[in-house]
């Protein structure tokens, strides 16, 4: 299994709808995030979590909520989906005792398109 | 605050030569520095890096050296492989911003036979 699993890999939903993407993670990190990838614009961070209870925005926050359920599972939601929201997202996590010079584990990515 | 500007691309190479792909950046503190490669279909996953001035992050062939007074961390590969192909991105973390990975652009490669 992945060591960071997101689901689902592909969805099609329309303008308006409320959709959630997930995460979970094995690698026992404390931290995890969610970033948007837009071709030309690299990733922007949506939101990010230190643990359970510190739960931060992150540059473009707006459209999004998220739920960090366990040190393992990160959920992104989507209240009123918009078709600007269409791209690529990913969840990733680190582990705060590497410090800086700690990199990211990334899943494999959801694919989101808005009608 | 931390900003990351990688070269333009696409960039588009024939098999067996020699790559460049520019970083520089823009940090408060002393950052560390990261190559990551996104192969199509794929995550991110992280390709090299290097956590203090001078030091050099390698890996499958890939190498780049952390340059303090350039504030540049430039991707070298002195033979690449189609099976290279695949978008590259330059980060930073400064740890003073709790962890956050600051992203370039993102740099595309294409490697024809």
């Known amino acids: 299994d992945a060591d960071v699993t997101q689901t689902p890999r592909n969805r099609i939903t329309k303008t308006g709808k409320r959709i959630m993407l997930e995460c979970s993670q094995t690698k026992g990190h404390d931290r995890m995030y969610w970033y948007r990838q837009d071709p030309g614009l690299g990733l922007r961070l949506i939101y990010y979590?230190?643990?359970?209870?510190?739960?931060n925005k992150g540059e473009i926050s707006d459209g999004y909520s998220v739920s960090r359920q366990a040190q393992a599972k990160f959920s992104l939601s989507l209240e009123s989906a918009i078709p600007n929201q269409t791209a690529l997202y990913f969840c990733a996590t680190s582990d705060s005792s590497g410090g800086s010079s700690y990199g990211y584990t990334f899943g494999s990515g959801t694919r989101l398109t808005v009608v | 605050g931390n900003s990351v500007t990688q070269m333009e691309g696409p960039v588009t190479l024939s098999e067996e030569a020699f790559l460049t792909i520019n970083c520089t950046y823009t940090?408060?503190?002393?950052?560390?520095l990261f190559w990551y490669v996104q192969y199509p279909g794929e995550g991110l996953q992280l390709l090299l890096k290097a956590t203090k001035a001078d030091d050099k992050g390698s890996n499958k062939g890939f190498e780049a050296t952390y340059r303090k007074e350039t504030t540049s961390f430039h991707l070298e590969k002195g033979s690449v492989q189609v099976s290279d192909s695949a978008v590259y991105f330059c980060a930073l973390n400064t740890g003073t911003s709790y962890g956050k990975l600051t992203f370039g652009q993102g740099t595309i490669l294409t490697v024809h036979p």
């Open positions: 979590s230190f643990d359970v209870k510190d739960i």
């Open positions: 940090a408060t503190g002393y950052p560390s």
